[in-house]
């Protein structure tokens, strides 16, 4: 009996302080490939929003309605899989204290996955899958009201930089190479699009698409070759696209290779080497400390990690701005209620110093029309970068201004 | 030349330098075959421990050659492994439970590559120069060519000390016949475990001359087993010199259909041929009947 009573009063004990933990954080989830081909965007992303995190808790946290709260980060990892994706995705929503998340790297997960924080209005962050897909699955569907919002350059921008880029080098014949993923099939939609909008300016004298996994891209290459391209247009991931790098130098056929952000992506510079020199790509930021606005994040990074190169900085630096960003707005909206924080989203009052900018108001309210309604990035907020001997830089030095400024 | 000639031309000289390195790894199939009567599904795995292996010692700073002798030093070992544990009571007992221990052993080697060396397809630094050798407009990587000289220098010096050493002509003996041969005083399991290492080592060889080309990731062999093992089976398991030529021919024709029909048809051919093989002559095209009497 008297064990009985024991048990129970511990029980009693041990639920009260789990109510008490649980009121007093906010629990945000972080979700991406942290292994596998995309890894490094992701590893990225999480490490820079866990930097944020840990910023913001090391000040005692996010003050809730005059209360401070810490965050309490779950990690989950969808090894870049469709099928993993949506079962973290169900897992997630399926927990009913996750305020909100941040992450997804693979257009196909956000696909798959979305839809479940979508039933549960869980407030989440795609960051930094760029596919037009993961946002126009719910416009295309005239859904009135979504959680989801994007915090990465979509591939409308990327798409209408690459071929502005490539007009811009002189470019008449080109190839579409694209890998056969939701992201890859996707990008050449967009590109094709693209091309069309401005004119057809390009002409299109190939298309090839390639598998995950494949190392050869002679073939492909060599049809984009035969047919006089001149320029490369591509859309894949770090270790396909280093594959084109090296068949390209194979073959001795030296033609722009112009691409979506991924061309940053660590897994294709090291894997590609000399190779991958020259590789176009839009970003929205650049590891370069010679920017001012960008050095506290690149050092911060560099030191917490023990790392002198960030996997892929794209992907930390969106992570960092968007944990501050969803930080200010569960301060902003005074509870850790989904709907409250997706409220307070769409309406950002105050400004939010990032590593990329200072942030006015990035979301508005969800408008199925409006293709930016749930869109931080324009146009004119992402640059050209160039890989250069393993690293990204400038594609053109004189952007450093506008990557200095507050552009908003 | 005709750029489109010049195309296929060059697709054709790609995939067959590649097949050079399915007919090696095909190898591996027709040595341990001759001796014990089996074969390791888990081919493909040793040439991908092989590689980061080799990959391994090139990270710490021992010079490529060095890493290939290391390699194929593991690979030994690991044949001789698979063979004890998993293929020699299976024989004894006169059951088929090998083809599914050397499977799961693959299986066991993808996991703890996983672990250890991590998911992400690494690339595999070699010395030579960069860049590529132009014959006539066809180009082709010196990690090409090394494919193709190391996969038949490999495949000629195991064949000339199967003739030639006192070693090789005992596993002729007890491949011919066992009984036969342990009363000539030759131990057969020793004859068997031999052979399993060597096609250990000639794995793990292939590895090393292969991760350069193809970057090297846990999943490397899964595609490799397979081509091999129709490579074998079309070949015939006792002909060294029709591997070659059904490598060569394998990879030629699977690179000129991707390049025809598109890239999602680039392993069709394969396996249509294993069919054709399997159904009209399953002792292999260079391979002899084998009469068993009962």
Redo the contacts between chains.
């Keep these: 009996m008297n064990a009985h009573r024991s048990f129970l009063a511990l029980l009693l004990a041990f639920s009260c302080s789990a109510t008490a933990t649980a009121a007093d954080v906010v629990k945000i989830a972080l979700t991406g490939p942290f292994?596998?081909?995309s890894?490094p965007m992701g590893i990225s992303m999480r490490d820079g929003a866990k930097l944020a995190i840990a910023q913001i808790n090391q000040k005692g946290g996010i003050d809730v309605a005059g209360k401070k709260m810490k965050i309490e980060i779950i990690e989950r990892d969808d090894e870049g899989k469709n099928d993993r994706g949506a079962l973290v995705a169900q897992e997630i929503s399926s927990m009913n204290d996750v305020s909100a998340v941040i992450g997804t790297v693979n257009t196909g997960i956000a696909i798959m996955g979305d839809k479940y924080y979508v039933q549960k209005g869980i407030v989440k962050i795609i960051s930094p899958a760029a596919g037009s897909a993961s946002m126009t699955q719910w416009s295309k569907a005239g859904i009135q009201d979504i959680p989801i919002f994007r915090f990465a350059a979509h591939d409308g921008i990327q798409s209408q930089m690459v071929v502005e880029q490539a007009v811009k080098l002189g470019a008449r014949r080109v190839a579409i190479l694209h890998d056969?993923t939701n992201y890859g099939v996707s990008g050449r939609d967009d590109l094709l699009s693209q091309i069309r909008n401005q004119g057809e300016k390009l002409k299109v004298v190939a298309i090839?698409?390639?598998?995950i996994?494949?190392?050869?891209m002679?073939?492909?290459l060599?049809?984009a070759?035969?047919a006089g391209a001149q320029a490369i247009l591509i859309w894949g991931i770090g270790?396909e696209l280093?594959?084109v790098a090296s068949g390209k130098?194979?073959?001795?056929y030296n033609v722009p290779m112009i691409g979506g952000w991924t061309l940053s992506m660590s897994?294709f510079i090291?894997?590609a080497?000399?190779?991958g020199n020259g590789a176009l790509m839009p970003q929205t930021f650049i590891e370069d400390e010679s920017i001012a606005r960008a050095k506290p994040f690149i050092q911060a990074y560099r030191k917490v990690y023990g790392v002198n190169r960030i996997p892929s900085p794209v992907s930390a630096a969106q992570g960092y701005d968007s944990a501050l960003l969803l930080a200010e707005a569960i301060h902003q909206a005074g509870s850790t209620q989904p709907s409250k924080i997706k409220a307070a989203l769409e309406n950002l009052t105050g400004v939010v110093k990032g590593a990329i900018t200072d942030w006015k108001k990035p979301w508005s309210k969800w408008d199925p029309a409006n293709e930016e309604s749930h869109e931080a990035f324009r146009r004119s907020y992402t640059v050209m970068g160039k890989v250069e001997n393993g690293r990204v830089v400038l594609a053109n030095p004189g952007d450093k201004a506008l990557l200095d400024r507050n552009r908003n | 030349m005709n750029p489109e000639i010049l195309a296929y031309t060059q697709m054709a000289v790609s995939g067959a330098l590649m097949g050079l390195a399915y007919a090696l790894v095909a190898y591996g199939f027709q040595l341990t075959f001759a001796a014990g009567k089996a074969v390791n599904f888990g081919q493909g795995e040793l040439v991908m421990l092989g590689a980061f292996v080799g990959l391994t010692l090139t990270g710490i700073g021992i010079p490529y050659w060095l890493s290939i002798a290391g390699a194929m030093a593991v690979g030994t070992g690991l044949g001789w492994f698979v063979e004890r544990s998993a293929v020699r009571l299976a024989l004894k007992q006169h059951n088929e439970g090998w083809i599914l221990l050397t499977i799961i052993i693959g299986l066991f080697a993808v996991s703890a590559a996983e672990n250890i060396w991590g998911r992400e397809d690494k690339p595999y630094p070699v010395p030579w120069q960069d860049g590529s050798i132009d014959f006539y407009g066809i180009s082709v990587t010196w990690p090409e060519i090394t494919i193709a000289a190391g996969a038949l220098g490999a495949m000629i010096l195991i064949e000339i000390a199967k003739r030639c050493t006192m070693f090789g002509i005992a596993v002729q003996a007890v491949s011919a016949d066992p009984d036969a041969a342990e009363l000539c005083g030759i131990r057969s399991t020793s004859a068997t475990s031999l052979s399993w290492a060597v096609s250990g080592a000639a794995a793990a060889f292939a590895g090393t001359i292969i991760g350069p080309v193809t970057t090297v990731g846990p999943t490397m062999a899964a595609a490799l087993t397979l081509k091999a093992f129709s490579v074998a089976v079309v070949a015939g398991l006792d002909s060294a010199i029709g591997l070659v030529f059904t490598g060569i021919f394998l990879g030629t024709v699977e690179n000129l259909s991707g390049f025809l029909l598109g890239s999602g048809w680039r392993e069709t051919p394969g396996l249509i041929l294993l069919i054709l093989a399997l159904a009209l002559r399953p002792q292999g095209i260079f391979g002899k009947k084998i009469i068993r009497k009962v």
Excluded: C, V, Y
């Design positions: 292994s596998g081909g890894a056969d090839e698409k390639f598998a996994g494949d190392k050869d002679t073939g492909q060599m049809k070759k035969i270790p280093a594959a130098k194979k073959l001795g897994n090291d894997t080497g000399p190779a």
